[in-house]
């Protein structure tokens, strides 16, 4: 009697080659490369990374279905653990990773349609694809399935231009791709906002312990409006650009006592610094940009309307959050014209004062030069045309650049302009034809 052997199943045979290809392959071979041969098998390798997790999601789908259907049953020993404990415990050991991947995989079957076809093409990653469905998951009730498909392939193609930060602002207005009232939009950003702060506040917490050394250790959990206020005070207060301590007198150079040389330990130090100062009405300047966290709102929204606000570094916020900072915190006036840009707020002066710059946070959002993704507090001002020609200091002819690119603008020669017809900063590289853009989304 002919004995047949067994076909491997496809999945098995894919993931069997796939890791002894990898295995045979020697980390060391990269050395051999070109950086820019380097950079771009790197971007290969993200993609390929990408369409492993779309595979991982549905195995673990299909993992937790099985649990699911054992429970269902009634068979013993099938509800002692979850599928994300199942998991970590044959690999790697990381429950809270294992129960993420789970929680993904169902809400991306659940949520989207084309979402996890992108991902297993490579087309998006793992991270891109966990916005998407949560975005979706947040539409309105009454969405019809018309309306949820715009959204999720609107969203599928601003995954391509977007950063990770910006592709979630972007999300949480998505229902513009089937709205044409924007105050509409606006409601339901609104609305979102909302039920997203209301649900931070229920996860707020705050331990500390004693270390019995002379240190404590805590850990905190803040809603996000919090969390930036205070990073932007410790970021503030450690100043990490200047140089802190005393001069060596053997050496005659500058020692860094006090704030530490990592930038964990200069945040550790401000932190102490800011319990020192509490109550604290003024904080010290980083960068030339006060430590206050610009609250940018329109009069209808401080007066009981339903459109978000912005915090200085992009943050969104509800408008009922931007009403009740508004009772306490500093609210920078700003006169803002039809397609909320800022209106000149120039001056005669050498460099760009704290008015200005909060003018071009509101503008730009951050470093303008064409795919950076530092936000406004790490920007420096740059005058487009070199005041030793001007001679004048405006807004109309100043951008925000961070500190790398701020030197490669002087270094290289970069040509900078305002657009004439939407306001946003371009530039042109040498040699180059066109202007381009910072695709940084704004609402």
Not at 38 to 49: H, I, P, Q, W
Not at 189 to 202: G, N, V
Not at 220 to 226: D, G, H, I
Request: proline share 4%.
């Amino acid at each position: 009697m002919a004995v047949t052997a067994q076909e491997t199943h496809p999945v098995d045979a894919c993931v069997q080659t796939a890791r002894e290809v990898f295995g045979g392959l020697a980390t060391s071979a990269w050395d051999a490369l070109t950086p820019a041969e380097v950079r771009r098998l790197l971007a290969e390798l993200g993609r390929l990374e990408s369409q492993v997790s779309a595979h991982k999601m549905a195995a673990a789908r299909v993992l937790d279905k099985a649990r699911q259907a054992a429970r269902d049953g009634g068979r013993a020993g099938t509800t002692a653990t979850s599928t994300g404990s199942t998991i970590s415990i044959d690999f790697g050991g990381d429950r809270t990773g294992a129960d993420a991947l789970v929680n993904t995989a169902n809400r991306i079957e659940e949520q989207t349609s084309h979402t996890e076809a992108a991902l297993a093409a490579g087309d998006i990653s793992a991270k891109q694809a966990d916005v998407i469905s949560r975005a979706l998951s947040w539409l309105p009730e009454d969405v019809t399935e018309d309306q949820r498909d715009a959204c999720e392939r609107t969203l599928l193609k601003d995954a391509q231009k977007l950063t990770l930060k910006d592709l979630r602002a972007r999300a949480q207005r998505i229902t513009d791709a089937y709205k044409t009232s924007e105050d509409d939009v606006d409601a339901d950003e609104d609305e979102q906002l909302r039920r997203q702060e209301e649900a931070a506040r229920a996860k707020t917490s705050f331990s500390m312990w004693d270390n019995r050394d002379g240190t404590h250790t805590g850990r905190f959990t803040l809603p996000e409006a919090q969390a930036v206020m205070l990073k932007t005070a410790l970021d503030a207060l450690a100043a990490p650009h200047q140089k802190v301590g005393t001069v060596n007198a053997a050496t005659g150079e500058h020692d860094e006592v006090g704030f530490g040389q990592s930038y964990p330990q200069r945040l550790g130090h401000a932190f102490a610094s800011l319990v020192e100062l509490l109550p604290a009405d003024r904080l010290p300047s980083n960068g030339g940009v006060s430590a206050v966290v610009t609250v940018n709102l329109d009069l209808n929204t401080l007066m009981g309307g339903l459109k978000a606000a912005g915090l200085s570094d992009g943050t969104r916020i509800s408008a009922e959050q931007a009403r009740r900072l508004a009772c306490t915190a500093q609210l920078v006036p700003m006169v803002l014209n039809g397609r909320s840009l800022p209106l000149d707020l120039g001056s005669a002066n050498r460099y760009f004062n704290q008015s200005s710059r909060r003018a071009m946070e509101r503008r730009d959002g951050g470093c303008t030069a064409p795919g950076c993704d530092r936000d406004a507090r790490w920007c420096e001002a740059h005058h487009l045309t070199p005041y030793s020609l001007s001679g004048t200091t405006d807004i109309r002819d100043g951008a925000l650049l961070c500190t790398f690119h701020h030197h490669r603008v002087h270094d290289q020669g970069w040509t900078g302009r305002i657009n004439p017809h939407d306001g946003h900063v371009e530039w042109r590289p040498p040699g180059a034809t066109t202007w381009q853009r910072n695709h940084r989304w704004r609402p």
